[in-house]
């Protein structure tokens, strides 16, 4: 806990030096049905308590929350999924060098950062088959956007294709972005919980800037990139742009070699636990001709006067004191922390051990759904080939099952119609690395008892 205090005195120099007589005069400016007109409500502390007391208070309000995975089987995923970190992730990034979520604007100056951002860059490069990747993006949503607005921009035109099974999540950030912009977006019906490339092409017309797709998708369902992207580049100039899982990289054909120009996608499963929703991890990566076009910076690898391996900021073409109105975005920071874990993930694991990470998913996945289809009132809800996640068609409300898996330390899964992907009797179950046999009979027996 860090001590930070400041005494009457201390406030009155502040208020002098902005000009003002109170704190209440910061906020005149805001109308009043805007402002709180009650104390702050403190969860029960009271104020004036002792150290030894606020502490005891706040350990004990600690102590409340649960982590999705502490003595539970947890079954949730739909973007943030419960993936076993090698404790050496923890070890490596938990070092103070480490600890930062900004890079320096002078970056130049860091070669420690610069070199962990190459690593980052590279091994996302090699993960998604595609010819470069950059640092300096949140999360998979603004990731996506991002692309979405790099298309936009490569194109100067304004039509965005989106498959229907996009995450709502995602959808969301992009329509955000675009509100403005006067771009016309255009979502792809999905047939089946998957897109056809028939209706890919159905949709493309000449303004078409980009066309967006996500496998597996929201509902775990593998799309044909290969098939959806031949379809684009036969009919039109847009640009195709894949939405990964870079755990599915290990196992599934690589957005680079399904003919993908850009690659968007959230990295949280590489080494970054659950954490309330974030920080997390945006990754993305492009074919080299739209390299200057990419949002975030590009560190690159020179040699300096005296022939000494070095690295330095190749492209940095989006901060405004740069480029001004010519930047290719607004992004202006690199969750520098969460690249690291996911570099130290990447190189504990490796290529094979990725791999292994990945047809771990994949085959509990499919046992869990074979013994869940088979029990009375339950089914997939789609056909479609899926990696480590389905949605089931259940017998009661989704809400129902996850009550009752609360009472038996079971995290069953997610209520599409709260996640805006389906009805109230759909429940979408990930299946990750680290549910064992013993947890997904558990699940089962859940089900089974409230069929």
Known sequence: M??????????????????????????????????????????GLERGCSEPELRGRLDGLAGANRAA??????????????????????????????????????????????????EFQTQVSQLTGMDVANASLYEGPTAVAEAVMMAMNVTRKRRVLIAQTLHPHYR???????DSLGAEVVELPAEGGRISAAVVREHLDGDTACVVVQSPNV????EDWADQFDAVHEESKALTIAVFNPIACGLLNTPGACGADIAAGEGQPLGIPMQYGGPYLGLFAAKKALM??????????????????????????REQHIRGEKATSNVCTNQGLMAMRATIYMSAVGSAGLRETAEQCYHKAHYAAEQISGLAGYGLSYSGEFFHEFVVDCPVPAREL??????????????????????????????????TAEQIDGLVQLLKDHS
């Open 172 to 178: 969301g950030v992009i329509d955000t972005y675009l």
């Open 292 to 317: 200057r076009k990419m949002p975030g910076r590009l560190v690159g690898q020179t040699t300096d006067a005296d022939g000494r391996r070095a690295f330095c900021l190749t492209l940095q073409t």
């Open 2 to 43: 860090n001590y930070v205090q400041i005494t009457d005195k201390d406030r009155e120099r502040m208020l002098a030096t902005v000009g003002v007589e109170s704190v209440d005069a910061l906020y005149d400016h805001l109308p009043e049905d805007c402002r709180l007109d009650r104390p702050v409500d403190l969860v």
């Open 69 to 118: 995975a502490t003595g539970r089987s947890c079954f949730l995923g739909g973007g943030a999924y419960d993936h076993f970190i090698p404790a050496v992730v923890d070890a490596m990034a938990g070092q103070g060098a480490f600890v930062t979520a900004y890079t320096p604007y002078q970056a130049e100056a860091s070669q420690g950062s610069l070199q962990a951002f190459f």
């Open 219 to 222: 509902f775990g369902v593998i």
């Open 402 to 435: 996850i009550d009752a898996g609360r009472e038996r330390a079971i995290l069953p899964g997610l209520d599409c119609a709260k996640l805006g992907i389906g009805g109230e009797n759909q429940l979408l179950v990930a299946v990750t690395e680290r549910r």
